[in-house]
């Protein structure tokens, strides 16, 4: 089945811990991105990685960090986990620089009490 | 850097009519300009996009337009159906040759199909 898949969908965690979001995709793609949708539904960009090179690193907390093992994968590990973590982080991927779709994955909902 | 702006927030319009979502960018740089739906607890998926050298495309009952003068774009639905009730997203981007192009997502349309 092709597509961008997420590991895990829900993830309920207390503040202060450190949890990790991994995120795979078999489309062939050779860019891969970290969103996060907050309350408001808003999505922002956070990572972008080409080639297993980090492109596009937005305003965020240094506690994120995102690592790409190879052009298939793009984990999030977060540090010292804070209430207003809690979103909906969507992995995604497409081929750079050409006309091919963004695909998302399903979304990892992380709840931090 | 883009900063893109989308209206309304909420659309609700009667089944069979037609639904107008209307986005704006300010990077005169961006050429491309994707539209997303996002169904309750799913993940945004890609409807239709559209790029700075084309005005108009259509989609069956989808259709973007683009006017770069203005910097503004619009998603139009004609013959609303109840499964278009959504969250609907525009973006927009600078896609280059090489690297990663960022998407910048407007803040989302709820628009809801009434029956």
């Known amino acids: 089945d092709t597509a961008v898949s997420q590991t895990p969908k829900y993830l309920v965690t207390q503040m202060g811990n450190d949890k990790s979001i991994k995120c795979e995709q078999n489309?062939?793609?050779?860019?891969m991105y970290w969103y996060k949708q907050d309350s408001k539904k808003f999505l922002k960009i956070m990572f972008s990685?080409?080639?297993?090179?980090?492109?596009i690193n937005e305003t965020v907390p240094n506690r994120f960090s995102p690592k790409s093992p190879d052009k298939a994968h793009l984990n999030l590990h977060i540090n010292s986990l804070e209430l207003g973590d809690s979103a909906v982080y969507f992995c995604?991927?497409?081929?750079?620089?050409?006309?091919?779709?963004?695909?998302f994955g399903p979304g990892t909902r992380l709840t931090v009490t | 850097g883009e900063n893109v702006e989308q209206h309304p927030s909420t659309l609700s319009v009667q089944e069979g009519d037609s639904a107008v979502i209307k986005c704006t960018y300010s990077?005169?740089?961006?050429?491309?300009f994707p539209w997303y739906k996002q169904e309750l607890g799913k993940r945004p998926q890609l409807i239709i996009d559209?790029?700075?050298?084309?005005g108009e495309k259509k989609d069956q009952r989808i259709a973007v337009t683009l006017n770069k003068t203005a910097k503004h774009f619009s998603l139009h639905i004609t013959e609303t159906q109840p499964e278009d009730s959504a969250v609907y997203f525009c973006a927009a981007s600078i896609r280059s040759g090489g690297g990663a192009d960022g998407l910048t997502f407007g803040k989302g349309t709820h628009l809801i199909i009434q029956p």
């Open positions: 489309l062939g793609h050779d860019t």
């Open positions: 559209i790029r700075s050298n084309v």
């Open positions: 990685y080409n080639n297993k090179e980090l492109i």
């Open positions: 990077d005169s740089a961006s050429n491309y």
């Open positions: 995604a991927s497409s081929h750079a620089g050409t006309s091919s779709l963004r695909a």
